[in-house]
């Protein structure tokens, strides 16, 4: 059984491993590729940067103001700081943001070491989706998903009552009832909101 100090160390080691992967085809990306629509309604690409990063140049009192702003909603809050900050950061800037901070220690509010893995991964998705660039690795992406529970189906607002959906590619098996055969890939794409949930 492999202990919670280990796990997290795991843990930090593949998000760690995704910001550099990240970096790398970040590196390549065009001015039309930044500027490309992502995963996430009304973002580009560089809004996605501007978020993943967002948290390494956030004071608490920044973070505390704007959220005030924003009327304690988060989305709103991070919509607008997206927005804004690739009004002032040019798109070298924002990378140099996630390539100076691989290794940031930053995790989301109850969400532990897992949750910094899932934010990086899954926002992964939202940039190389659209451009057809190669995702996380399988191993990767069902960590995260093994590390996922109901609360955060629920967040993304999904429902898998009566369907059961199992990776063709790894160990991954979420929701009970009906068998529905995916790669890793589509079932977190799924659980996350970001495609519909396929009927039996």
């Excluded at 988060?74 to 002032?88: I, N, Q, V």
């Excluded at 993304?156 to 790669?183: K, M, Q, W």
Aim: proline share 6%; net charge negative; hydrophobic share 40%.
């Amino acid at each position: 059984m492999i202990s919670t100090d280990q796990d997290t160390a795991r843990l930090r080691e593949h998000t760690a491993a995704e910001r550099e992967r990240l970096t790398a085809l970040l590196t390549g990306l065009t001015p039309d590729q930044w500027a490309a629509p992502s995963l996430c309604e009304g973002w580009q690409i560089r809004e996605v940067v501007a978020h993943m990063t967002m948290a390494f140049r956030t004071s608490t009192w920044q973070f505390l103001r704007g959220m005030a702003a924003a009327r304690f909603t988060f989305d709103r809050y991070a919509d607008r700081a997206a927005h804004a900050d690739t009004a002032r950061m040019s798109d070298a800037e924002l990378l140099a943001a996630l390539r100076d901070n691989v290794r940031h220690p930053w995790r989301p509010p109850g969400g532990g070491a897992a949750g910094a893995l899932s934010h990086d991964v899954i926002h992964g998705l939202d940039i190389t989706e659209p451009l057809n660039l190669p995702p996380a690795s399988v191993d990767r992406m069902a960590t995260v998903l093994g590390h996922a529970g109901p609360r955060n189906f629920a967040y993304f607002g999904v429902d898998l009552s009566g369907i059961r959906l199992c990776a063709n590619d790894s160990e991954v098996e979420l929701g009970t009832g009906t068998p529905i055969t995916l790669s890793t890939k589509d079932i977190l794409l799924i659980v996350t909101g970001r495609r519909p949930v396929p009927t039996p």
